[in-house]
C-alpha cells in the first residue's frame, strides 16, 4: 500500500496538483527552450516502451508517489524495473 505524501518544493511550499493550465504552460516553455537550445529535440516513446515513467507519472500526479520512492520502490515499480533490465521487447 503506498502512502499519501504532499508534493513539495525544495523549500517545503506545497505544490498544487497539475492542472491543464499548468501543462499548457509547462509545454509552452519546453518549446521555448528548445529554441534556445541549439541541437535539442524530442521523442516520443509510446507509454508501453517506457511502463516505469508512464507509472510512476501517475503516482506523482495523483499524489501517491512515496517520498523515498528512489530508495525503497513501490512492489509494483520494482518488478517494471526488472523487467526493462532484462530487455523485455516492446509490445
Not at 31 to 54: H, M, S, Y
Not at 60 to 86: D, G, H, T, Y
Request: hydrophobic share 35%; with cysteine.
Amino acid at each position: 500500500m503506498l502512502m499519501h505524501h504532499s508534493r513539495r518544493t525544495q523549500h517545503g511550499e506545497q505544490l498544487q496538483p497539475f492542472s491543464e493550465t499548468t501543462m499548457e504552460e509547462l509545454s509552452q516553455d519546453v518549446f521555448k527552450l528548445q529554441e534556445e537550445i541549439p541541437n535539442c529535440g524530442f521523442t516520443w516513446i509510446p507509454r508501453e516502451g517506457n511502463e516505469v515513467a508512464d507509472y510512476i507519472t501517475k503516482l506523482a500526479a495523483s499524489n501517491n508517489l512515496p517520498v523515498n520512492w528512489i530508495l525503497n520502490p513501490p512492489p509494483e515499480l520494482q518488478v517494471m524495473f526488472r523487467k526493462e533490465l532484462l530487455g523485455r521487447p516492446f509490445r
